[in-house]
């Protein structure tokens, strides 16, 4: 009995001291045990502190017994043996209280009259365990009813939404916080100045020496008009920054220099610059890029005269026009 008490304490200790550092430790969404190694060296020496302190105590206990007078030591054990009787005392009370089971010798007190071939029926009450569950099933359909069909409360179509919302709170959060995740299938154009500021800084010190401040052109290619050797768009410019140009042009890779992010903000910051018309342009080279993935219905296409078309976004108010050659 000692013992098992001694390894019960040990053993609530231990988890009580894992929960606790679980608690107290900021591991984000893991585990601090898993994230903290340490943590196993901690638990460890807690273990040998709470197995040395059990040993003291009983040790202790041991020669405080010893040292007692014969008839002190009987109503010591006497005093014992009643506590480890009541300990539990109350927990068994109310474990046979819920059970409601009347004690076999008074059975004849709620025994039925009848008598089927010496088969007797006991009018046992219900066991309490059941009827309280009964009750709280009624307080609960209560609570169902008014909350869900009188104060119509969320059901699972409208909860099912708020968590959808709410996961695409968070995924524009851990974006914002995580920009260098992107890469050339998911990089997106950016817009705020912030960024464009940053990219263009990036393009200052990197970029003018090939291209010319404001990617007039030089020897790069002009960076403004309609013209891309190796495709427009954020993707395809993300992809040339990232992955460089055709081999011998002169165009590197950028990847091991710059930041997926701040690729993406000197792309952008590229993209910005369209249209822009900077003094002294380079002719252009390569082809008029349409945007493959842009829905055609939202295209037209105008032909002004013989040297200009017009190219008009009808989700977009901004006209551009294109004059071929030019
Ligand atoms: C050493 C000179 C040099 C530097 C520095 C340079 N580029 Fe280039 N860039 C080129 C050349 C040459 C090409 C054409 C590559 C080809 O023809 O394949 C090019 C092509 C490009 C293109 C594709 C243009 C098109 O028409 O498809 C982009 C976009 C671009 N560069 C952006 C940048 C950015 C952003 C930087 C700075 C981070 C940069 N370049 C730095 C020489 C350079």
């Known amino acids: 009995m000692k013992t098992t008490a001694s390894y019960l304490r040990v053993i609530g200790f231990m988890i ?46 041991r020669i405080l017994f010893a040292s007692l007078s014969d008839e002190a030591k009987e109503r010591y054990i006497a005093a014992e043996a009643l506590r480890n009787q009541t300990r539990f005392g109350w927990f068994k009370r109310k474990y046979e209280d819920m059970l409601g089971a009347k004690p076999m010798e008074k059975e004849q007190d709620i025994v039925l009259d009848h008598n089927y071939d010496g088969i007797r029926e006991l009018d046992n009450k219900l066991p309490p365990w059941w009827v309280y569950m009964f009750y709280a099933t009624i307080i609960f359909a209560g609570i169902y009813l008014v909350r869900f069909q009188i104060f119509n409360g969320p059901n699972q179509i409208d909860e099912y939404e708020t968590e959808v919302a709410q996961a695409k709170l968070d995924v524009a959060e851990f974006k914002k ?122 295209v037209q296409v105008k032909q002004v005269d013989s040297t200009e078309i017009e190219v008009k976004m009808t989700n977009d108010p901004v006209i551009d026009s294109i004059q071929p050659g030019k």
């Open 16 to 61: 009580l001291a894992f929960f606790l550092l679980e608690f107290t430790i900021d591991s984000g969404e893991e585990w601090a045990i898993i994230k903290y190694p340490i943590i196993w060296a901690v638990l460890g020496m807690l273990f040998f502190f709470a197995i040395a302190l059990e040993i003291v105590a009983a040790a202790l206990q």
């Open 177 to 298: 916080n995580n920009k260098d995740l992107i890469d050339v299938n998911t990089v997106e154009i950016l817009t705020e100045p912030s960024d464009l500021a940053a990219g263009e800084t990036i393009f200052t010190a990197n970029c003018v020496a090939c291209h010319k401040v404001g990617g007039a052109g030089g020897i790069g290619p002009n960076l403004t008009d309609d013209y891309w050797i190796l495709g427009g768009g954020i993707k395809n410019v993300f992809h040339t920054i990232s992955e460089g140009g055709r081999a011998g042009k002169g165009m590197i890779s950028w990847k091991t220099d710059l930041k997926p992010s701040e690729m993406a903000q000197v792309a952008s910051y590229v993209l910005s610059l369209h249209g822009t018309n900077p003094a002294d342009p380079k002719d252009p080279e390569g082809e008029i890029w349409i945007d493959e993935n842009a829905p055609v219905d939202n």
